[in-house]
């Protein structure tokens, strides 16, 4: 598919600085730009790169003004990396749908699945199992028993989804993707430990997004609840009973330990870790590899461990790598004082 640069500048409300009808049909980095690209300049640090880019058609914020002559074509826009999510959300919207059920696919009689929907080569849909219109199921997913899934949902390969599990509409999992394991719950005895059984639920709703390998725990009882907009990274741990508040993004590797409750539109940096029964408020901003011990007040941003201010953080840390040379300032001193009470 071509666009040209006029049809583009309808879509994201811009201003064409150049040549209206150059055409293209892919998207490129600006630094490895090609005849036939559309790139973007947001930030600052790469804006060297738009004099000698080969990409027919940059988005550029509208407060760019070049230091030198640029062979693109411009579009000016409020916002560079928003108009560029937003042409690929597009391109990626007018591409062709998979539909039809595939051969070795193993679906229970009792289930039921909706119209223009696709599953993939050895995917299994189990008993009384619900699944929405236009919902893609690639290869090798199982969904269980007793599961409802809405429309317009996309299963990568190998999703797994326990029964009895709620999934909303516009759903993405991605490939290794587990929801609905067990939680961790052991009541520890004399001899070993003893399972406590998990049998509650995982409620999903509109709009999320869950990367590769992330699993997603039921409930002890009730439901762990991810709640509309949530976007997980890969490898994210989410543990039993845990709610996770509208809109909130985790980057990798983030765990989340048993009946926390983290608020709407919070932001959470990878490899961070929350103890549990922790409640976390709106609009919490978590830096990377923080440690979070107990609650946090909403408005604010924290990072280390356990987490704190980040001015008061990275002044810590600023005396803490002079420790090993106020110790010894302080073992001179102590011995010069010894040395003054003997004389």
């Known amino acids: 598919m071509e666009f040209s640069a006029n049809q583009i500048a309808q879509v994201v409300s811009g201003i064409v600085v150049g040549d209206e009808n150059v055409t293209v049909s892919t998207f490129a980095k600006i630094e490895e730009g090609k005849l036939g690209a559309l790139s973007f300049l947001g930030n600052p640090k790469y804006a060297h790169y738009i004099y000698d880019t080969q990409s027919s058609i940059i988005l550029v914020n509208k407060d760019f003004e070049p230091e030198h002559a640029v062979k693109a074509t411009l579009i000016k826009v409020d916002n560079a990396y928003e108009s560029l999510a937003?042409?690929?959300?597009?391109?990626?919207?007018?591409?062709p749908k998979k539909k039809g059920i595939h051969s070795t696919a193993v679906i229970d009689e009792s289930?039921?699945?909706?119209?223009?929907?696709?599953?993939?080569?050895?995917?299994?849909?189990?008993?009384?199992?619900?699944i929405g219109n236009e919902t893609i199921i690639n290869a090798?997913?199982?969904v269980g028993?007793?599961?409802?899934?809405?429309?317009?949902?996309?299963?990568?390969?190998?999703?797994?989804?326990?029964?009895?599990?709620?999934?909303?509409n516009e759903v993405v999992l991605h490939a290794g993707t587990v929801i609905g394991s067990d939680g961790f719950g052991f009541a520890p005895n004399e001899s070993g430990y003893d399972k406590i059984p998990q049998i509650g639920t995982v409620i999903i709703e509109d709009k999320v997004e869950i990367g590769a390998n992330t699993c997603i725990d039921r409930s002890t009882m009730g439901a762990t609840l991810i709640k509309k907009g949530v976007k997980l990274d890969?490898?994210?741990?989410?543990?039993?009973?845990?709610?996770?508040?509208?809109?909130?993004?985790?980057s990798a590797q983030v765990g989340i330990a048993g009946s926390t409750k983290i608020g709407d539109w919070c932001m959470v940096g990878g490899q961070t870790g929350f103890a549990g029964h922790s409640t976390i408020g709106n609009k919490t901003y978590i830096g990377a590899q923080s440690?979070?011990?107990?609650?946090?007040?909403g408005n604010q941003q924290v990072i280390g461990t356990p987490a704190m201010d980040p001015k008061i953080y990275f002044r810590s840390w600023g005396v803490f790598k002079t420790l090993p040379d106020m110790r010894r300032d302080l073992i001179k001193l102590r011995k010069d004082v010894d040395t003054m009470k003997n004389k």
């Open 86 to 95: 937003k042409l690929m959300q597009m391109v990626e919207q007018m591409k």
């Open 291 to 297: 440690g979070i011990p107990g609650n946090l007040k």
């Open 111 to 130: 289930a039921t699945v909706g119209e223009d929907v696709y599953i993939g080569p050895y995917a299994v849909i189990g008993a009384n199992t619900t």
């Open 145 to 168: 028993d007793r599961v409802k899934v809405g429309s317009n949902c996309i299963f990568f390969p190998h999703v797994t989804i326990y029964d009895d599990c709620q999934l909303g």
């Open 234 to 250: 890969n490898l994210v741990q989410v543990a039993h009973n845990v709610e996770i508040g509208e809109n909130t993004v985790m």
């Open 140 to 142: 090798h997913v199982t």
